[in-house]
């Protein structure tokens, strides 16, 4: 099998092993854990593979795939450059150590049918692996379909009011859709096109750079998106979706479904209009990144008046989401570098947070800030791989987020908009306050309300999350100062081979 092989397999084993969980997986609730942690894991190690040749071919070009063997406008292409072989690779790397984290909680979560929700796990994640290789604007609707109908059945399977947060979901996420659907629509009939290689050479060479339509295209484009990845004020049905889904549905959704869409923004940006056009002829650029910078304060006000640690984090998103934004419309490369960066860093962030919070409400029955008492002496492993994840929130080198950040706010200073850098340190300075505020309960905090621990006559009884909930989190953990420290050259070298020459 060639190398190249790799790109099709990386959505292929998830696809196929979604299949293979609902035939067989109720046959025995372990067979369908090792199903999906094995399709998983296949699709994980072929995102290495295609990186690494991705890597080596950098300077080529990107990576084409045709399936069946049929060129487009004929066959459905993928198209994978340095970009999106990193965020390709942190969906599977991410999505792998949730399946893995999943083996006690899912059961705890799902008694009845374990199997399909284990289908529907492996059917949102080939569905969001599609979406970042996808070469064709209309293939990315398609899976961003195929995707949220297993996102809405999965967040559907949560407790209290799950299904009325679900509902709204759905129905945003369908006007968001529908909206990017009418302007894929308005491309095809201007351009005749839907393979995102050909759509700028038409839209710039055939004289459409002034046609209403086009901008009409772009208008529904982007406010579609900007409702799937929660974008403030468009952020409403998101706080509560994810606060009320099942442990390790929030753990998975939650670090990779709005990147993914800020990254379909990117390529559509990048891929499709170009810069020149967003930049001159819409010229949206600052009022975007001044929306931007009020979605980084609002969210972060909104975080700081949550007494749920899940519903925190979850606002928390959504002032991340505004940095991503923020940096991709500042129309620089530092800009574009520290958001594209920052899609991988706050993946393995909230990664790392959500999974340390699933790990204590499996012990305690809560994710209230009530849940965090004392949770420095019975669970130290677990209070400290949620210690770097906070940390990496806040931007504390050497961690990922710091460098993502450091990224956007030389962005900012570059494009003179000191608004967006003023929000930046802000939201670092408001995660500073509410994380230490969670540190002081965990650590100085007694037990429960009289200020004595529950057993063991004065002295802490050690009592960790399983092993299978410990070890991702470690490995999510380790990773958020890995890329940090070793590989933040490395990324943003692979990202300026997708940056627009000139920039």
């Known amino acids: 099998m060639s190398l190249e092989q790799h790109a099709i397999i990386i959505i292929l084993a998830p696809l196929v092993g979604s299949l293979l969980i609902s035939l067989f997986g109720g046959l025995h609730r372990r067979l369908s854990y090792l199903l999906l942690v094995a399709c998983l894991g296949i699709s994980f190690a072929s995102t290495i593979a295609t990186l690494r040749l991705v890597a080596a071919r950098a300077a080529i070009g990107p990576l084409h795939y045709y399936l069946g063997d049929w060129p487009p406008p004929y066959g459905i292409e993928l198209v994978i450059d340095p970009l999106n072989a990193l965020v390709l690779t942190m969906i599977a790397g991410i999505s792998l150590l949730v399946a893995i984290y999943s083996k006690e909680m899912a059961r705890r979560d799902n008694p009845d049918r374990l199997h399909h929700y284990y289908t529907l796990f492996a059917l949102l994640v080939a569905g969001l692996l599609g979406i970042t290789a996808s070469g064709d604007v209309f293939n990315i609707y398609v899976l961003t379909e195929i995707s949220a109908l297993a996102s809405y059945a999965l967040l559907a ?195 790392c947070l959500f999974m340390a919070v699933g790990a204590i409400t499996y012990k305690t029955g809560d994710s209230s800030l009530e849940a965090m008492r004392g949770v420095f002496r019975r669970m130290p492993v677990t209070a400290a791989l949620f210690v770097v994840g906070a940390l990496a929130m806040i931007g504390i080198p050497p961690t990922c987020g710091f460098f993502s950040k450091w990224y956007l706010i030389q962005g900012g200073l570059v494009a003179g908009h000191y608004g967006f850098v003023g929000a930046l340190l802000l939201s670092s300075l408001i995660n500073a306050v509410l994380f230490f505020r969670l540190f002081e309960i965990g650590y100085y905090a007694p037990f429960d309300t009289e200020g004595t621990p529950p057993r063991g006559h004065g002295t802490t009884v050690v009592d960790e999350a399983p092993f299978s909930m410990l070890m991702p989190l470690l490995i999510s953990a380790v990773m958020i100062i890995v890329v940090g420290l070793s590989t933040s050259r490395i990324v943003s070298g692979l990202i300026q081979y997708s940056l627009p020459a000139g920039l």
Not at 187 to 215: C, H, M, W
Not at 223 to 238: R, S
């Open 157 to 351: 399977r949560g407790r209290g009011f799950a299904y009325y947060a679900t509902f709204k979901y759905i129905i945003m996420g369908t006007i968001g859709a529908s909206l990017y659907l009418l302007g894929v629509g308005y491309l095809y009939i201007k351009t005749g096109t839907l393979n995102i290689a050909e759509l700028p050479t038409f839209i710039n060479s055939s004289g459409l750079v002034d046609s209403v339509s086009i901008r009409v295209a772009f208008i529904l484009i982007m406010v579609g998106l900007w409702i799937k990845m929660a974008f403030f004020p468009l952020h409403g049905w998101l706080p509560n979706a994810y606060t009320r889904a099942a442990t390790t549905t929030s753990c998975l959704v939650a670090p990779l479904m709005t990147k993914v869409s800020v990254y379909v923004m990117i390529r559509v940006m990048l891929g499709v209009f170009t810069l020149p056009y967003i930049y001159h002829v819409m010229g949206w650029n600052r009022a975007v990144v001044w929306l931007a910078s009020l979605a980084i304060v609002a969210g972060s006000i909104g975080a700081l008046a949550q007494t749920n640690i899940k519903r925190m984090l979850t606002y928390i998103i959504v002032a991340e989401v505004g940095y991503m934004v923020g940096g991709a419309w500042l129309g620089n490369a530092a800009g574009l570098t520290g958001a594209i960066y920052h899609i991988v860093s706050d993946g393995l962030m909230t990664a």
